[in-house]
């Protein structure tokens, strides 16, 4: 028996497509620190009586499984070389893993530039606020609902006017995307909104669209101010929100104080969250020259409200706005600007320099957790909304987006055609195709076509599929080690 199995043939190693390589998070410095500082701040905050949250508990577990072999995986086969290959399985969650951020941003990007967004031009606005609200919109979700209702109907109300059209005679649409994250890794709640360059003429068969010209700089100080004076009025008026001559604060009713109500707070200030520095100003290194603050055109500000739309797409420009839908979705964590400096700290390089020549902030291990926690989203939380016609039972969406799909949609299509189907969400592979050109469907070494031929969950039938695969395969590449971790106090260079 054992002479027939040595001379059974060996199916011939896999060979990758080029561009492509396994994602290993465990040889990711994200990862590391996230596996050995997790528990030390799970104990912590347990130590000072404020537990984290199961969500938060649950993002940080499923991170720590996410890519990894050894807690399951599906066993790919080509039909003609019978090459195999193994995939491990996602974690899928919304918070900071890179790997599912990414696959998020893929998808929900493909979904609005081909089956939302119709060839009509856009132009993006983009709404900053104040701390104040940032901290309540990050723990109050109806409140930031109703924050995007009056942001929504204020900048469509600005459109339907300059159509020359009103509500009665007119309609138009955006799709907004809710980000909760900085540069800094810092929690700031914005909103980037999709919004149709024009509005389209109620009553029309087929809809008309009538265009308008972007708005001009006074245009964009009047709605930043009438936009703050009526979030400022309706949260005033449920009690939220108690301003004064200068600024504004909230009023926390008796049963305030969440378990991450620190994380959150410190977060959005810059401040440190944990540790005998917590309250204090983050450490940040300024590698460049400051330079003075030069005016941006397409910007206004007033009373801590930054309103920004110099950002347009034309009708035919669809690659461009599925570059952009990737990066108003895009993941919180760059892998790429993580590093440690040589006492252990963690070093987070910015996107943009900032104005006084800050390029990097510099964390202690258990503050970069903490601000990790305060970043994930709490659970049935849509940070993905549809307004106006591109909202699910608008009337007018079946007839302008371009899935065809809504009320309306089965009386317009004719007894030969089908309604549009249901969208479905990308597969692995049609991700990568689409964003980097990759084909994994297809085999690298014969051309023959992958399947799936098992998935496998079961920790003895892993354990033995993982040792037959390294008895037989090179191992992965060692991963590298954190090394020892600095003192809170120590010098940072």
């Given at each position: 028996?054992?002479?027939?199995?040595?001379?059974?043939?060996?199916?011939?190693?896999?060979?990758?497509?080029?561009?492509?390589?396994?994602?290993?998070?465990?040889?990711?410095?994200?990862?590391?620190?996230?596996?050995?500082?997790?528990?030390?701040?799970?104990?912590?905050?347990?130590?000072?009586?404020?537990?984290?949250?199961?969500?938060?508990?649950?993002?940080?577990?499923?991170?720590?499984?996410?890519?990894?072999?050894?807690?399951?995986?599906?066993?790919?086969?080509?039909?003609?070389?019978?090459?195999?290959?193994?995939?491990?399985?996602?974690?899928?969650?919304?918070?900071?893993?890179?790997?599912?951020?990414?696959?998020?941003?893929?998808?929900?990007?493909?979904?609005?530039?081909?089956?939302?967004?119709?060839?009509?031009?856009?132009?993006?606005?983009?709404?900053?606020?104040?701390?104040?609200?940032?901290?309540?919109?990050?723990?109050?979700?109806?409140?930031?609902?109703?924050?995007?209702?009056?942001?929504?109907?204020?900048?469509?109300?600005?459109?339907?006017?300059?159509?020359?059209?009103?509500?009665?005679?007119?309609?138009?649409?955006?799709?907004?995307?809710?980000?909760?994250?900085?540069?800094?890794?810092?929690?700031?709640?914005?909103?980037?909104?999709?919004?149709?360059?024009?509005?389209?003429?109620?009553?029309?068969?087929?809809?008309?669209?009538?265009?308008?010209?972007?708005?001009?700089?006074?245009?964009?100080?009047?709605?930043?101010?009438?936009?703050?004076?009526?979030?400022?009025?309706?949260?005033?008026?449920?009690?939220?929100?108690?301003?004064?001559?200068?600024?504004g604060f909230l009023e926390f009713g008796p049963e305030a104080g969440g378990a991450m109500d620190d994380l959150i707070g410190h977060s959005i200030t810059y401040r440190v969250a944990v540790?005998?520095?917590?309250?204090?100003?983050?450490?940040?290194?300024?590698?460049?020259?400051?330079?003075?603050?030069?005016?941006?055109?397409?910007?206004?500000?007033?009373?801590?409200?930054?309103?920004?739309?110099?950002?347009?797409?034309?009708?035919?420009?669809?690659?461009?706005?599925?570059?952009?839908?990737?990066?108003?979705?895009?993941?919180?964590?760059?892998?790429?600007?993580?590093?440690?400096?040589?006492?252990?700290?963690?070093r987070y390089r910015l996107k943009t320099p900032y104005r006084d020549g800050t390029t990097h902030i510099v964390l202690e291990p258990l503050d970069f957790i903490a601000r990790l926690a305060?970043?994930?989203?709490?659970?049935?939380?849509?940070?993905?909304?549809?307004?106006?016609?591109?909202?699910?039972?608008?009337?007018?969406?079946?007839?302008?987006?371009?899935?065809?799909?809504?009320?309306?949609?089965?009386?317009?299509?004719?007894?030969?055609?089908?309604?549009?189907?249901?969208?479905?969400?990308?597969?692995?592979?049609?991700?990568?195709?689409?964003?980097?050109?990759?084909?994994?469907?297809?085999?690298?070494?014969?051309?023959?076509?992958?399947?799936?031929?098992?998935?496998?969950?079961?920790?003895?039938?892993?354990?033995?599929?993982?040792?037959?695969?390294?008895?037989?395969?090179?191992?992965?590449?060692?991963?590298?080690?954190?090394?020892?971790?600095?003192?809170?106090?120590?010098?940072?260079?």
């Open positions: 028996m054992a002479s027939e199995r040595a001379a059974c043939p060996r199916a011939p190693p896999f060979i990758d497509p080029p561009g492509y390589a396994r994602h290993r998070p465990e040889a990711t410095l994200l990862y590391q620190l996230v596996e050995r500082y997790y528990p030390e701040f799970v104990a912590t905050r347990e130590a000072a009586g404020r537990l984290l949250p199961r969500y938060v508990q649950e993002e940080f577990e499923a991170y720590l499984k996410c890519g990894c072999l050894k807690h399951g995986f599906l066993r790919v086969r080509c039909e003609d070389c019978r090459a195999e290959k193994l995939v491990a399985f996602s974690c899928k969650r919304r918070g900071f893993c890179p790997s599912c951020g990414a696959r998020r941003m893929a998808e929900s990007a493909a979904l609005l530039a081909d089956e939302v967004l119709p060839r009509k031009p856009l132009r993006q606005w983009v709404l900053s606020l104040p701390f104040a609200l940032r901290f309540l919109l990050a723990t109050d979700p109806k409140a930031l609902t109703q924050v995007l209702g009056i942001v929504y109907r204020t900048t469509s109300a600005h459109v339907l006017r300059k159509a020359r059209l009103t509500r009665a005679t007119g309609a138009t649409g955006a799709v907004t995307l809710i980000q909760r994250f900085g540069s800094a890794l810092n929690l700031n709640i914005h909103f980037h909104m999709l919004v149709l360059a024009g509005a389209y003429l109620v009553g029309a068969e087929p809809p008309v669209f009538r265009r308008i010209a972007p708005p001009r700089e006074a245009e964009l100080q009047a709605l930043v101010e009438r936009l703050a004076g009526r979030i400022g009025r309706s949260l005033e008026r449920q009690g939220l929100l108690v301003r004064d001559a200068e600024n540790g005998p520095r917590a309250g204090q100003k983050v450490f940040t290194l300024q590698t460049v020259p400051a330079r003075e603050e030069e005016p941006r055109k397409g910007v206004a500000q007033y009373a801590g409200f930054s309103l920004h739309a110099g950002i347009g797409v034309e009708a035919d420009q669809r690659e461009k706005l599925e570059r952009l839908a990737r990066y108003v979705s895009r993941p919180p964590v760059s892998v790429e600007r993580l590093a440690l400096t040589a006492q252990g700290q963690v305060a970043l994930v989203p709490p659970p049935r939380v849509h940070l993905t909304r549809y307004r106006g016609v591109f909202a699910p039972h608008a009337a007018l969406r079946a007839a302008v987006t371009p899935a065809g799909r809504g009320p309306g949609a089965r009386s317009r299509a004719t007894t030969a055609e089908c309604p549009t189907p249901k969208h479905v969400a990308m597969t692995w592979a049609r991700r990568l195709k689409r964003v980097f050109g990759i084909d994994i469907e297809q085999c690298a070494r014969c051309g023959g076509r992958l399947r799936v031929i098992a998935s496998i969950e079961e920790p003895e039938l892993l354990e033995r599929i993982l040792a037959h695969r390294r008895e037989r395969v090179e191992e992965d590449p060692p991963v590298s080690s954190l090394g020892p971790r600095a003192p809170p106090q120590g010098l940072l260079f």
